[in-house]
């Protein structure tokens, strides 16, 4: 029952807690508390300052160690950035800003071009665009048609063959209006849903669209989410639905001139009750009716503190380490597996940084496991002195990992080897990545034990497990999670 006097507390202060914070006011609750382990908010969107040097003139300039990028389709994250009062540039970008500009690169360095049919013709080349052109229609038209339902927020009844979401919608708002941000839920029911538990190499091949992998390859698995042999279809088309991902091929993108962190620093300094950093939550017991949650302060101090209700923004498969975890949420929470994805930002020789992002699209296969796969450069008015992120991922089901040194060892080689040997590393890190569960356990009807557990203990589960490992979809499931329950 809703009762807006109720004490909450988020655990997170990523998108995701602080997209609850959000919602919680929407809905006019007043009294809740947002612990956030690190110094800052924003969770995986961090944008570091970094000093560079162009043309003789220093300055200081924010780049990406996580997110990056946006499209039309970022509805929630639309409502994060008129709630902080923070927006951002593109998709048509004025010098000086943070444009999306991008090649492709054979793994010798040559500049590829592979969906232009005029550079390096031949007869071959060409009927594979035609196909390509012919089963991307065709995909487009059976989401329409046998996947109707396919495009809402989540996974709920999708192995049942059900939908049951917010509408991804129009025009911002994720659909609703601007008084009420609450409305516009679908739910049908499409049997047909049921083949999204497929892993998406095996969907495509159902569907006879095997060629689409090539444009959805780059935005999926080159971002860190995971090979099409292992990772559901749903992931994929509910993130690369077919809107967004004909605007990340077109390039119609969004970047944030300091930074995705910016858009949740903005947020977090218009709540009523801003993040509380440097605070760890170490330990959750939930005797009846009650939430008694422990934090750790930066200097070692655990202190406990008496909360109603409790929403858990953080890593699932963690919860069950420091919560009295029932049976249920230890055995649903041990099946989730992620990502580990990997990057590094570098400077490089002089004059040999690249000046345009660009794809490694060999490297995006599970053998080449630790390769880079991608390299992402923000500033083009800076050219050759422009540091950029080099990204890599580093497991495969069914391949044994590669350890973190390995990968940074092997992105370095992969850069020279294409051209841009590197001077110096600024950062570098291994995130734990795109929270999911194998295509087994998504057609055994994971999501609906998951939804089953809502509320239980006066506990809430939001963040990426929910629907996916995005801004969009963290901010959207807690404006679901908020929106149903409280
Ligand atoms: C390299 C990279 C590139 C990306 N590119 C994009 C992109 O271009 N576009 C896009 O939309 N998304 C992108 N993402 C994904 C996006 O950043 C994440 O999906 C999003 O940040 C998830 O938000 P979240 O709040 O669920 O989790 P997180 O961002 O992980 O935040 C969780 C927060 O909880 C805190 N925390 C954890 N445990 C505790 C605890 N016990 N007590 C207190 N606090 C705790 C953490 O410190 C963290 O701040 C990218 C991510 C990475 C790493």
């Known amino acids: 029952m809703a009762n807006t006097n109720d004490r909450i507390c988020i655990i997170g202060g990523g998108p995701a807690g602080l997209a609850c914070a959000v919602y919680l006011e929407k809905k006019g609750y007043t009294d809740y508390v947002v612990y956030e382990k690190q110094g800052k908010v924003g969770g995986k969107c961090w944008s570091p300052k970094i000093k560079v040097r162009h043309n003789g003139v220093e300055e200081e300039k924010s780049f990406e ?9 970022y509805h929630a994250v639309s409502e994060m950035e008129e ?5 951002h540039k593109g998709p048509d970008f004025k010098p000086g800003e943070p444009n999306m500009r991008r090649e492709f690169r054979t ?29 991307m229609k065709k995909l487009n038209e059976l989401m329409q048609t046998k996947y109707v339902g396919y495009d809402c927020y989540g996974h709920l009844g999708v192995a049942k063959g059900e939908y049951y979401g917010i509408s991804k919608g129009v025009d911002g708002y994720c659909g609703a209006t601007k008084e009420n941000s609450f409305p516009n839920y679908i739910k049908g029911s499409n049997p047909n849903l049921k083949d999204l538990a ?5 969907f495509c091949k159902l569907n006879g669209v095997e060629e689409v992998q090539r444009i959805w390859i780059a935005p999926f698995t080159s971002f860190g989410y995971g090979f099409f042999d292992e990772i559901p279809a749903a992931l994929v088309m509910k993130y690369l639905d077919v809107t967004t991902a004909l605007e990340f091929v077109n390039m119609k993108l969004w970047t944030w001139q300091d930074g995705t962190q910016a858009i949740y620093e903005h947020v977090n300094a218009k709540l009523q009750h801003p993040a509380v ?40 498969d963690y919860f069950k380490d420091y919560a009295d975890a029932t049976a249920e949420e230890t055995e649903l929470f041990s099946k ?31 053998e ?63 995130v ?16 609906d034990r998951l939804e089953a557990l809502q509320g239980c203990k006066n506990t809430y589960y939001a963040g990426e497990i929910i629907s996916f490992g995005d801004m969009e979809d963290t901010c959207a499931a807690s404006k679901d999670i908020i929106g149903r329950f409280f």
């Open 336 to 366: 989730i597996i992620h990502e580990r994805y990997c990057d590094y930002i570098a400077t490089f020789e002089p004059g040999k940084s690249p000046n345009i992002s660009g794809y490694m699209v060999d490297n995006m296969v599970p």
């Open 277 to 316: 950093l440097e605070t760890e939550v170490v330990k959750v017991e939930r005797p009846e009716g009650k939430v008694l949650v422990t934090v750790r302060s930066k200097d070692g101090v655990e202190t406990t503190e008496t909360f109603d209700k409790l929403i858990v923004t953080t890593p699932l």
């Open 83 to 87: 709630f902080g009062g923070y927006f």
């Open 107 to 135: 793994l010798d360095g040559a500049v590829d071009h592979p969906f232009e049919p005029k550079v390096n013709f031949s007869i071959k080349k060409m009927l594979g665009l035609l196909k390509l052109k012919k089963q």
């Open 65 to 73: 160690t996580g997110a990056i990028m946006g499209a039309i389709t």
């Open 368 to 430: 080449r496991l630790g390769h880079a796969m991608v390299y992402y450069n923000r500033w083009q008015y800076l050219d050759r002195d422009c540091p950029a992120t080099v990204y890599a991922l580093a497991n495969h089901t069914g391949s044994p990992d590669v350890d973190f040194d390995t990968v940074m060892t092997t992105m370095d080689a992969d850069m020279k080897r294409v051209g841009f040997p590197i001077k110096e590393k600024l950062f570098a890190q291994e």
């Open 198 to 202: 497929l892993p998406f190499s095996e």
């Open 432 to 447: 734990y990545y795109c929270p999911h569960v194998s295509a087994a356990d998504y057609a055994a009807g994971w999501y």
